[in-house]
């Protein structure tokens, strides 16, 4: 199994950036399919961004497009995802993922990975 800590959270200004990063232990990246997902105060989970395996194919949200983008160093076992232009709306708690294997046309879907970190809190001021 794998373990996840996600990190580079904090406070920022609208149109701002942050880079978060999540770094894995235990068995090694390449193994898993990536994911970022955050939550918002009583709002459910969603999918913002997924990573193949080599890191050659990404996935996005449609609200994230353009502005975000996914990337991962399986050397240094750490997957990152740079936030430009932040929002508002982009205000939430921050989780990657991991799944051994998954249906890419499933990888929006939270209940296909199978490990979580603990989360990172993005907060942006408008």
């Known amino acids: 199994q794998v373990q996840l800590v996600e990190s580079g959270g904090g406070f920022v200004q609208a149109g701002g950036s942050l880079r978060l990063s999540c770094a894995a232990s235990g068995r090694t990246l390449s193994s898993y399919f990536m994911g970022w997902f955050r939550q918002a105060p009583g709002k459910e989970r969603e999918f913002v961004a997924a990573i193949g395996w080599s890191g050659v194919s990404t996935y996005y949200a449609d609200s994230v497009k353009g502005r975000f983008t996914i990337s991962r160093d399986n050397a240094k076992s750490t997957v990152y995802l740079q936030m430009n232009s932040l929002k508002p709306e982009d205000t939430a708690e921050y989780y990657c993922?991991?799944?051994?294997?998954?249906?890419?046309?499933?990888?929006?879907?939270?209940?296909?990975?199978?490990?979580w970190g603990q989360g990172t809190q993005v907060t942006v001021s408008s």
């Open positions: 993922a991991a799944a051994l294997t998954i249906g890419l046309e499933r990888a929006g879907r939270p209940e296909e990975y199978d490990y």
